[in-house]
């Protein structure tokens, strides 16, 4: 009992215990809160549904799918904006869900295939400004990375180090253009101009907004950019081999001069053709030059993921070059990962766009909770028109599950973000009904075993043990579908599932460890036990028949005094022929005690001799 | 009237009052296939007025409108695409929403525009959706393949719980039932078919499946050792139990009709369009030919099945000609009374226990 208690109770201190230690705000959106989270027909918002479509046609995997999302993510929250829900649906698409409003712009960047570059390093810096931000805007910024990111940012900009980075001009960038072409190599340091510099010299890698990435970044132009981790900035020279001439990335252990295995994690990758090709003539050129110039860097949309360095003397003609250093398992498995979504030619077609209104849902969601406190009304009545006072406990039960639900969704959203959509409490608005039906069967079993003429504590404890065969049955085909449902589709669909398990599993809980037990404490409170007419148990409502208990005992009802079951006056259609009609009514004494066969014959005997005498008389 | 209402249910339970809804079973048939015909037809000649996430296209919703005239759109919506027939429908009090085939970017923006200034709001209070034509329909292909994964799942569990295949498929073929007419009473109705529909048609199917689940299980108590005994034959404890479930099949469902029927008043008449209305018809008409079915239907073809059982039609059989024996004997009327009485409820009897045994008089 305490342990049932403690299990309904659990839920609440948890969402309490949430709500005090790691309350929702504006600085922890993902912290709990007493009302549960509400999805975007409810809240309002954009949401975005992207189809991923391969240009080579190859299959899709689910690997790619994740990768692709960890990239889309990147992309929604360099525009600050915090909370956006991105999941994929299906085999090929991917949801994106942001709150408020969005522009072209972003769509046009959250659909942008990830792109994935290897370009050889130039320089490499402290992650720090070397320099205080110029006042003068023109002096930095020149790459389309962090245009993109910059404008996105807008007023927060001024936190950046990278404040004044502002479009590069068109003079900067044909200055530059012009000195790439003068360039011998991709290598050569000339390339840097003085503009180019400045903005080198401003960028600060330890400010998150110039980590979030972007892509966009031009290949024939130089980048100046961070490491993925902020841990160093790099001048960049232009793409050298495309991510998309990857065709092949793993990770595993590295392999010695002689084929033995060493413990080292290493990634290798294969290249295609003219990737091979590319990357034979990068690589002899990049061995002869000096660290940091021996390094070529990959850049996932515009962040350097890996800068691997040449080995001294090595050119890398077959096309697997393979990198090694101070790789874990998992940081190599990573690697291998991101190169293979680069490898990917992933691209993102916009499928739908829909901006949902928050006051159409809201008025929605409040039409809908009216319409479900209408009918929950209308159910109390019923119930307690049915079940007179045990209706009461038809209502307590409900009220429970209510709260239980309500709490398991304000954790859920805490805890795995649950968001409730308008389907979701329609959902749960029917499921009052399917509640209902756990309590309704369990009292129509209760009121059958009454009518076989058992006393109410017993009636509870058989009623209960088939009633509680049926429950298990039938809510184990509703969990079935519901649990085969949230695996096998998608969006609104799902949550519907999930509503209808939640409540499936509740329901079941509320009935083991409410309803029951307080059925069997009231089956010994005296009101329900001696079925008062208000009780919903009286002898006048449910038709006790006389039971044989024994030693020449019927169990008749008490109230029988009143409001008699009259066996006698309730039409009998036809003679029933049942073990409880064929009972002989055994004779009574004038004492009240029940006459033994002598007895009885006797009285006959005595009768008979009686009408004989009286027949004489006459 | 309550106090009728419970007398009555005493009846059923005895079997004192027994409706003969077994024995009739060719009207409940054919009372099925009628409508099982009528809905394939109308789905076939009229088929579902299909939404537009299932045709693709572009919306727009007009919030705070100062009227909720339709000619105003039609004409907002003329002066950018002229060869558009936009479906304009009222959602809330105040709000418009209309609907049009797919747009491109810029005229989408001109009509959000031309809405705008022809109801007199905001252009920030125009929202637009564009839905690709493939999205309703991934989304539902994708519900029934779990659809049918989970019929298949339930009907295994059905067999394997009344350790019957014939009760399982009784009660799944009843369900598709529940399901192909409430889809023929929509499609009459007219309202657009959204995923919040096939919401509610999957939430029909799981509520049709949990009533016959409670009512079989009845019957499965109901018949457990028929053959062990010649007093009633297989149909006759069926039809026992589907009586005896009567007051609770009632019972829920108007406890369950009742909050739909909330919804769906306040959303149907009050709200107009959006997924409170969608949602709700469908589960209205689901839930309540879901609580007839598991009665009038299922276990009618539950009877009708099982009596091709080789046991059950031997044990049928026997009853049957045992109750011919006794009146060809001409036995006594009780004796025949008792025999036809074989849809009412018998109770084993059982120990009693040891207060109950007779004391020896002092």
């Given at each position: 009992?305490?342990?049932?208690?403690?299990?309904?109770?659990?839920?609440?201190?948890?969402?309490?215990?949430?709500?005090?230690?790691?309350?929702?705000?504006?600085?922890?959106?993902?912290?709990?809160?007493?009302?549960?989270?509400?999805?975007?027909?409810?809240?309002?918002?954009?949401?975005?549904?992207?189809?991923?479509?391969?240009?080579?046609?190859?299959?899709?995997?689910?690997?790619?799918?994740?990768?692709?999302?960890?990239?889309?993510?990147?992309?929604?929250d360099a525009n600050g904006v915090t909370e956006a829900e991105i999941a994929s649906q299906g085999a090929d698409q991917i949801v994106v869900e942001i709150p408020g409003e969005v522009d072209?712009?972003?769509?046009?960047?959250?659909?942008?295939?990830?792109?994935?570059?290897?370009?050889?390093?130039?320089?490499?810096?402290?992650?720090?400004?070397?320099?205080?931000?110029?006042?003068?805007?023109?002096?930095?910024?020149?790459?389309?990375?962090?245009?993109?990111?910059?404008?996105?940012?807008?007023?927060?900009?001024?936190?950046?180090?990278?404040?004044?980075?502002?479009?590069?001009?068109?003079?900067?960038?044909?200055?530059?253009?012009?000195?790439?072409?003068?360039?011998?190599?991709?290598?050569?340091?000339?390339?840097?101009?003085?503009?180019?510099?400045?903005?080198?010299?401003?960028?600060?890698?330890?400010?998150?907004?110039?980590?979030?990435?972007?892509?966009?970044?031009?290949?024939?132009?130089?980048?100046?950019?961070?490491?993925?981790?902020?841990?160093?900035?790099?001048?960049?020279?232009?793409?050298?081999?495309?991510?998309?001439?990857?065709?092949?990335?793993?990770?595993?252990?590295?392999?010695?001069?002689?084929?033995?295995?060493?413990?080292?994690?290493?990634?290798?990758?294969?290249?295609?053709?003219?990737?091979?090709?590319?990357?034979?003539?990068?690589?002899?050129?990049?061995?002869?030059?000096?660290?940091?110039?021996?390094?070529?860097?990959?850049?996932?949309d515009g962040l350097v993921i890996s800068a691997p360095s040449l080995s001294p003397g090595v050119v890398i003609t077959d096309g697997r070059p393979e990198i090694s250093g101070s790789f874990?398992?998992?940081?190599?498995?990573?690697?291998?990962?991101?190169?293979?979504?680069?490898?990917?030619?992933?691209?993102?077609?916009?499928?739908?766009?829909?901006?949902?209104?928050?006051?159409?849902?809201?008025?929605?969601?409040?039409?809908?909770?009216?319409?479900?406190?209408?009918?929950?009304?209308?159910?109390?009545?019923?119930?307690?028109?049915?079940?007179?006072?045990?209706?009461?406990?038809?209502?307590?039960?409900?009220?429970?599950?209510?709260?239980?639900?309500?709490?398991?969704?304000?954790?859920?959203?805490?805890?795995?973000?649950?968001?409730?959509?308008?389907?979701?409490?329609?959902?749960?608005?029917?499921?009052?009904?399917?509640?209902?039906?756990?309590?309704?069967?369990?009292?129509?079993?209760?009121?059958?075993?009454?009518?076989?003429?058992?006393?109410?504590?017993?009636?509870?404890?058989?009623?209960?043990?088939?009633?509680?065969?049926?429950?298990?049955?039938?809510?184990?085909?509703?969990?079935?579908?519901?649990?085969?449902?949230?695996?096998?589709?998608?969006?609104?669909?799902?949550?519907?599932?999930?509503?209808?398990?939640?409540?499936?599993?509740?329901?079941?809980?509320?009935?083991?460890?409410?309803?029951?037990?307080?059925?069997?404490?009231?089956?010994?409170?005296?009101?329900?036990?001696?079925?008062?007419?208000?009780?919903?148990?009286?002898?006048?409502?449910?038709?006790?028949?006389?039971?044989?208990?024994?030693?020449?005992?019927?169990?008749?009802?008490?109230?029988?005094?009143?409001?008699?079951?009259?066996?006698?006056?309730?039409?009998?259609?036809?003679?029933?022929?049942?073990?409880?009609?064929?009972?002989?009514?055994?004779?009574?004494?004038?004492?009240?005690?029940?006459?033994?066969?002598?007895?009885?014959?006797?009285?006959?005997?005595?009768?008979?001799?009686?009408?004989?005498?009286?027949?004489?008389?006459? | 009237?309550?106090?009728?209402?419970?007398?009555?249910?005493?009846?059923?339970?005895?079997?004192?009052?027994?409706?003969?809804?077994?024995?009739?079973?060719?009207?409940?048939?054919?009372?099925?296939?009628?409508f099982s015909a009528a809905s394939v037809l109308v789905l076939v000649f009229q088929g579902l007025n299909l939404g537009i996430d299932f045709r693709g296209g572009s919306e727009f919703t007009?919030?705070?409108?100062?009227?909720?005239?339709?000619?105003?759109?039609?004409?907002?919506?003329?002066?950018?695409?002229?060869?558009?027939?936009?479906?304009?429908?009222?959602?809330?009090?105040?709000?418009?929403?209309?609907?049009?085939?797919?747009?491109?970017?810029?005229?989408?923006?001109?009509?959000?525009?031309?809405?705008?200034?022809?109801?007199?709001?905001?252009?920030?209070?125009?929202?637009?959706?564009?839905?690709?034509?493939?999205?309703?329909?991934?989304?539902?292909?994708?519900?029934?393949?779990?659809?049918?994964?989970?019929?298949?799942?339930?009907?295994?569990?059905?067999?394997?719980?009344?350790?019957?295949?014939?009760?399982?498929?009784?009660?799944?073929?009843?369900?598709?039932?529940?399901?192909?007419?409430?889809?023929?009473?929509?499609?009459?109705?007219?309202?657009?078919?959204?995923?919040?529909?096939?919401?509610?048609?999957?939430?029909?199917?799981?509520?049709?499946?949990?009533?016959?689940?409670?009512?079989?299980?009845?019957?499965?108590?109901?018949?457990?050792?028929?053959?062990?005994?010649?007093?009633?034959?297989?149909?006759?404890?069926?039809?026992?139990?589907?009586?005896?479930?009567?007051?609770?099949?009632?019972?829920?469902?108007?406890?369950?009709?009742?909050?739909?029927?909330?919804?769906?008043?306040?959303?149907?008449?009050?709200?107009?369009?959006?997924?409170?209305?969608?949602?709700?018809?469908?589960?209205?008409?689901?839930?309540?030919?879901?609580?007839?079915?598991?009665?009038?239907?299922?276990?009618?073809?539950?009877?009708?099945?099982?009596?091709?059982?080789?046991?059950?039609?031997?044990?049928?059989?026997?009853?049957?000609?045992?109750?011919?024996?006794?009146?060809?004997?001409?036995?006594?009327?009780?004796?025949?009374?008792?025999?036809?009485?074989?849809?009412?409820?018998?109770?084993?009897?059982?120990?009693?226990?040891?207060?109950?045994?007779?004391?020896?008089?002092?």
């Amino acid at each position: 009992m305490l342990l049932t208690i403690l299990t309904i109770l659990l839920p609440f201190g948890a969402l309490l215990a949430g709500w005090q230690f790691d309350g929702k705000s504006d600085d922890n959106p993902g912290g709990a809160s007493l009302a549960p989270g509400l999805a975007l027909d409810l809240q309002g918002g954009t949401q975005i549904i992207l189809k991923a479509v391969t240009s080579d046609g190859s299959e899709i995997t689910p690997e790619a799918m994740e990768e692709a999302i960890g990239v889309i993510r990147q992309r929604v929250d360099a525009n600050g904006v915090t909370e956006a829900e991105i999941a994929s649906q299906g085999a090929d698409q991917i949801v994106v869900e942001i709150p408020g409003e969005v522009d072209d712009e972003t769509v046009a960047l959250i659909s942008q295939a990830a792109q994935m570059k290897f370009r050889p390093v130039l320089t490499i810096g402290n992650p720090l400004p070397t320099v205080q931000p110029s006042a003068d805007p023109s002096a930095s910024g020149d790459e389309a990375d962090e245009k993109a990111s910059d404008e996105k940012a807008g007023d927060d900009a001024a936190a950046g180090g990278d404040a004044a980075a502002d479009k590069p001009t068109k003079k900067e960038i044909a200055e530059q253009e012009k000195a790439i072409e003068a360039a011998t190599d991709p290598s050569d340091l000339a390339q840097i101009t003085p503009s180019v510099q400045a903005a080198f010299d401003a960028l600060d890698c330890t400010d998150p907004k110039n980590l979030e990435g972007g892509g966009g970044d031009r290949p024939d132009l130089l980048l100046v950019t961070c490491d993925a981790t902020g841990a160093a900035k790099y001048i960049l020279g232009p793409v050298e081999v495309d991510g998309t001439a990857i065709s092949k990335a793993s990770s595993g252990l590295k392999s010695g001069a002689n084929g033995t295995i060493t413990n080292e994690w290493a990634v290798q990758l294969e290249l295609d053709g003219d990737g091979t090709d590319q990357f034979r003539e990068t690589t002899s050129r990049l061995n002869t030059l000096e660290s940091p110039r021996n390094q070529f860097a990959i850049t996932l949309d515009g962040l350097v993921i890996s800068a691997p360095s040449l080995s001294p003397g090595v050119v890398i003609t077959d096309g697997r070059p393979e990198i090694s250093g101070s790789f874990t398992q998992d940081s190599a498995a990573t690697l291998a990962n991101q190169l293979n979504f680069g490898s990917l030619p992933l691209t993102f077609e916009v499928q739908g766009q829909n901006q949902v209104s928050a006051t159409l849902g809201t008025e929605q969601l409040q039409r809908g909770l009216f319409a479900g406190l209408i009918g929950l009304a209308l159910v109390v009545v019923y119930s307690l028109f049915q079940y007179r006072t045990l209706g009461m406990l038809t209502v307590a039960s409900l009220v429970v599950a209510a709260a239980m639900t309500y709490v398991v969704i304000a954790l859920l959203s805490w805890g795995i973000g649950y968001r409730l959509s308008l389907p979701g409490v329609a959902g749960l608005i029917v499921a009052i009904g399917f509640t209902a039906d756990s309590f309704i069967v369990y009292f129509e079993r209760i009121r059958d075993e009454l009518r076989d003429g058992r006393s109410l504590r017993l009636a509870v404890q058989r009623g209960w043990t088939r009633a509680r065969r049926t429950i298990y049955a039938a809510k184990a085909v509703n969990l079935l579908s519901a649990v085969i449902l949230y695996f096998m589709t998608v969006g609104g669909v799902r949550g519907f599932a999930f509503t209808l398990g939640l409540t499936t599993i509740i329901d079941v809980m509320v009935v083991i460890w409410f309803t029951h037990p307080v059925m069997e404490l009231l089956a010994k409170v005296p009101f329900f036990r001696d079925g008062h007419k208000a009780s919903g148990l009286s002898p006048d409502r449910i038709e006790v028949t006389p039971r044989y208990r024994g030693a020449g005992r019927i169990s008749a009802p008490t109230a029988g005094a009143e409001g008699a079951p009259d066996l006698g006056t309730a039409e009998q259609d036809r003679e029933l022929v049942t073990a409880q009609s064929v009972t002989p009514s055994p004779r009574i004494g004038e004492d009240g005690r029940r006459m033994t066969i002598a007895e009885r014959r006797a009285a006959e005997r005595k009768a008979a001799a009686e009408a004989a005498q009286n027949e004489e008389n006459i | 009237m309550a106090r009728g209402f419970a007398q009555w249910g005493n009846d059923l339970y005895t079997g004192r009052r027994s409706y003969p809804i077994v024995q009739k079973r060719g009207l409940w048939f054919s009372i099925v296939a009628l409508f099982s015909a009528a809905s394939v037809l109308v789905l076939v000649f009229q088929g579902l007025n299909l939404g537009i996430d299932f045709r693709g296209g572009s919306e727009f919703t007009v919030s705070g409108a100062s009227t909720t005239d339709e000619d105003v759109a039609l004409d907002a919506v003329a002066t950018v695409a002229p060869d558009e027939e936009p479906h304009i429908s009222q959602v809330g009090a105040n709000a418009v929403r209309v609907q049009v085939s797919e747009l491109d970017n810029e005229q989408t923006d001109r009509v959000a525009e031309a809405l705008a200034d022809a109801y007199g709001v905001e252009v920030g209070e125009v929202t637009s959706n564009f839905i690709g034509p493939t999205w309703g329909q991934s989304v539902s292909m994708r519900a029934l393949w779990g659809t049918v994964v989970f019929v298949v799942a339930a009907a295994l569990f059905m067999a394997v719980y009344f350790r019957a295949w014939r009760m399982s498929v009784a009660a799944i073929v009843a369900m598709l039932a529940d399901v192909l007419v409430s889809a023929g009473v929509y499609a009459v109705i007219g309202w657009e078919v959204t995923p919040s529909t096939i919401i509610g048609f999957l939430t029909i199917l799981g509520f049709s499946l949990y009533d016959k689940m409670v009512v079989f299980d009845k019957v499965r108590e109901n018949t457990a050792t028929v053959t062990e005994q010649t007093r009633s034959t297989y149909a006759e404890r069926a039809n026992l139990a589907v009586n005896q479930t009567l007051v609770r099949s009632i019972n829920t469902s108007v406890v369950a009709l009742l909050p739909v029927a909330g919804i769906l008043f306040v959303g149907g008449f009050l709200l107009g369009a959006g997924t409170l209305k969608d949602i709700s018809l469908s589960l209205f008409i689901g839930i309540a030919a879901g609580a007839l079915s598991s009665l009038f239907f299922a276990t009618p073809l539950d009877v009708a099945l099982r009596e091709r059982e080789p046991k059950i039609a031997e044990h049928t059989k026997k009853v049957m000609d045992l109750r011919a024996g006794l009146a060809a004997e001409g036995a006594d009327e009780s004796v025949l009374a008792a025999a036809a009485s074989g849809s009412a409820q018998l109770v084993p009897g059982h120990h009693q226990g040891h207060t109950a045994q007779p004391r020896r008089r002092r």
